[in-house]
């Protein structure tokens, strides 16, 4: 059904992995697309009340595929420019109760992914940084408000601008992770989680969701990310975020 994700449903808990694993998961375009079906596709399972997020291999996702991104003389480079925007809002939107499985690195738009997803359990081996800036362009596909629905405005402006590494630790005292866990007992503590929430009645729990998403939309306002694409133009058109991100790519040995 997907190239490059697999999904499955046992009983009332679905599961949805990136399987990109030679590639720690990178978002491609097709990635995106994809995530976006998936998404569209549990909510036609009638009995999933929860999906697991995960990736496969050593990564949950080391953001966005650097050997897909759009030149700027490419028909549709906006389009492009957006899939990740859509991704993020038909994960958010899905009717289950989403949980992101964290492993090993949790980056840029894989972390966007991550806090599109209704909770969060990381390994403790677990590694998040947002490199955007360095790649010179901004955090887009509605990032920003995701942030700082989660950790708050100053932590956000900080982790964004520096583009420094954090530890899940940090990471779940900001508020951003609901558990940390040893790397041991990571499955087992997210089968439980999802099986715990999908005991519960469908009706209130899904109310729940809603009542929750609605609040927090109007306070950090992610309708506004439908300009993120622009942004991302922007930074592709710019000399000096195309000498940081040729800069970056050559210290990463790509």
């Not at 990564?59 to 991104?69: E, K, N, Q, T, V």
């Not at 599109?116 to 081996?125: F, G, N, P």
């Not at 058109?237 to 195309?242: I, S, T, V, Y």
Request: proline share 4%.
């Amino acid at each position: 059904m997907f190239n490059t994700l697999e999904v499955a449903v046992d009983g009332a808990i679905g599961s949805l992995w990136l399987n990109r694993p030679q590639r720690l998961n990178a978002l491609s375009g097709e990635v995106l697309r994809e995530l976006a079906g998936a998404a569209r596709w549990f909510d036609e399972q009638d009995g999933v009340r929860v999906v697991l997020v995960g990736g496969r291999g050593r990564a949950f996702c080391a953001g966005a595929d650097l050997d897909g991104f759009p030149a700027v003389a490419d028909a549709g480079v906006r389009q492009a420019a957006d899939l990740g925007r859509l991704m993020a809002e038909a994960i958010e939107g899905m009717r289950a109760v989403t949980v992101a499985r964290i492993q090993g690195w949790c980056v840029g738009g894989g972390l966007v992914l991550a806090a599109a997803c209704d909770l969060r359990v990381a390994s403790e081996s677990a590694r998040f940084s947002i490199p955007e800036i360095d790649l010179g362009i901004p955090l887009a596909w509605g990032g920003i408000p995701r942030l700082v629905r989660e950790i708050g405005p100053a932590l956000t402006k900080e982790l964004v601008i520096t583009c420094r590494e954090f530890s899940p630790r940090e990471a779940q005292a900001a508020g951003f992770l609901n558990r940390v866990v040893t790397d041991s007992e990571l499955d087992a503590v997210v089968q439980a989680l999802a099986a715990q929430v999908a005991a519960k009645p469908a009706m209130p729990v899904i109310a729940t969701k809603r009542h929750v998403n609605a609040v927090t939309a109007q306070m950090v306002g992610t309708v506004r990310a439908w300009s993120d694409a622009d942004g991302l133009v922007g930074g592709l058109l710019d000399p000096e975020c195309g000498a940081a991100r040729q800069d970056y790519i050559k210290g990463r040995g790509r």
